[in-house]
């Protein structure tokens, strides 16, 4: 259940309602906003008598939270989650743009493309250090060696890395380098990987699974953010359908059916949506038009000869024509980019 205080509660009000719901055997979740102090009180009670909180000094209203999520959900937190990470702003009016190649190839190769990233004003370096893969003979990832190579092109052009981890033993040695956890598809119902990535210092990116419900994605979001990460940030990266002309199929109604029912960011990521170079773009301008509050884009300078995704991949200069025209989109809305 939500329970909204009193513009003036005292603290001293505020520690008792939390005393008192412990006291009932509540978890505890605080969402201080502009305008009001909002309490989650999570915990299967179905009869437990609301009026008992309602009562209590500084207590302005009290109602249940119908939605399975809970601190996910835009009834805990009214006004719009925004990460600050080293002052690269996800979830404001300013939209965030990742890019980088699918997979760390060598040091030369993604110096490269941290400079194409920074050129193109984007401030987020994406890559993958450790892939996940369909065949276990293609190629998975530089491991530690393309953690640290990453580290040093993006500190090199003043950008943050973004990468995937794939289990729990790998969380400690992603947080020396990265500055945002991703969660690949294929993960989101890792729910023993989420709940440690709950305990983690870093923001986590999570990606819809390949068939799940905006509701099944947003219970494992609430994984993390019940086990103490309020960092999160959602993409959608397309779904699995009947369709086979496309990769995947990008639900871009996604992002306008997540602002609605969820505070948190929502990415949107069109190079693995399509799983072709010539669509990435028309659908990248699309999310930026639904309203996303990112965009995560893969580019490669020789994408017959990438390591993974080359298909999908954008060439440099296709991808800054791109970050042009989605600028005058974003401009239209209101937003920048």
Same mark, same amino acid.
């Not at 999160?232 to 871009?252: S, Y």
């Given at each position: ?9 005292? +603290?001293?009000?505020?520690?008792s ?25 999570i ?8 009026r008992?909180?309602?009562m ?10 119908? *939605? ?25 009016n ?46 998975? #990832? ?8 990453m580290?040093?092109? *993006? ?11 794939? +289990?729990?033993s ?6 020396k380098?990265?500055d945002?956890?991703q ?6 119902q890792?729910?023993?990987m989420?709940? +440690? ?14 068939? *799940? ?58 190079s ?11 659908m990248?301008r699309?999310?930026?038009?639904? #309203? ?13 000869? *990438? ?5 999908q ?11 042009? +025209? ?12």
């Amino acid at each position: 259940m939500v329970i909204i205080l009193e513009n003036n509660a005292k +603290e001293g009000q505020i520690n008792s309602v939390i005393k008192r719901l412990e006291d009932y055997g509540f978890q505890v979740h605080i969402s201080k906003g502009e305008q009001r102090t909002v309490i989650g009180a999570i915990g299967v009670k179905p009869n437990f008598d609301i009026r008992q909180v309602k009562m209590l000094d500084g207590v302005a209203d009290v109602y249940r939270i119908t *939605a399975p999520y809970k601190l996910a959900s835009r009834s805990f937190k009214e006004e719009n989650t925004v990460l600050n990470i080293k002052n690269v702003e996800i979830g404001g009016n300013h939209i965030a743009m990742m890019a980088g190649p699918c997979s760390v190839e060598s040091k030369e190769h993604i110096f490269r493309m941290a400079e194409v990233v920074s050129k193109s004003g984007a401030k987020l370096l994406r890559g993958g250090a450790f892939k996940p893969r369909t065949s276990p003979y293609s190629f998975q #990832g530089m491991g530690e060696e393309g953690l640290k190579i990453m580290r040093e092109a *993006a500190d090199a052009y003043n950008l943050l890395v973004i990468t995937e981890v794939m +289990e729990v033993s790998q969380i400690e040695l992603i947080e020396k380098y990265a500055d945002i956890f991703q969660v690949g598809a294929r993960n989101m119902q890792n729910f023993s990987m989420l709940k +440690e990535l709950g305990k983690a210092n870093l923001p986590v990116l999570l990606k819809r699974g390949l068939s *799940a419900t905006i509701e099944e994605w947003l219970m494992s979001a609430e994984y993390i953010l019940a086990s103490g990460n309020k960092n999160v940030l959602l993409c959608e990266r397309g779904i699995r359908t009947f369709e086979t002309a496309t990769r995947n199929t990008f639900d871009i109604s996604a992002i306008p059916v997540i602002h609605k029912k969820s505070h948190l960011p929502i990415i949107a990521d069109p190079s693995h949506a399509t799983g072709y170079r010539d669509q990435v773009p028309p659908m990248a301008r699309a999310a930026v038009a639904a #309203g996303a509050d990112g965009i995560m884009i893969e580019i490669h300078d020789d994408p017959e000869h *990438a390591f993974s995704d080359g298909p999908q991949a954008l060439l440099p200069d296709t991808y800054l024509n791109l970050m042009q +025209e989605l600028k005058v989109i974003a401009n239209a809305i209101g937003r920048t980019i």
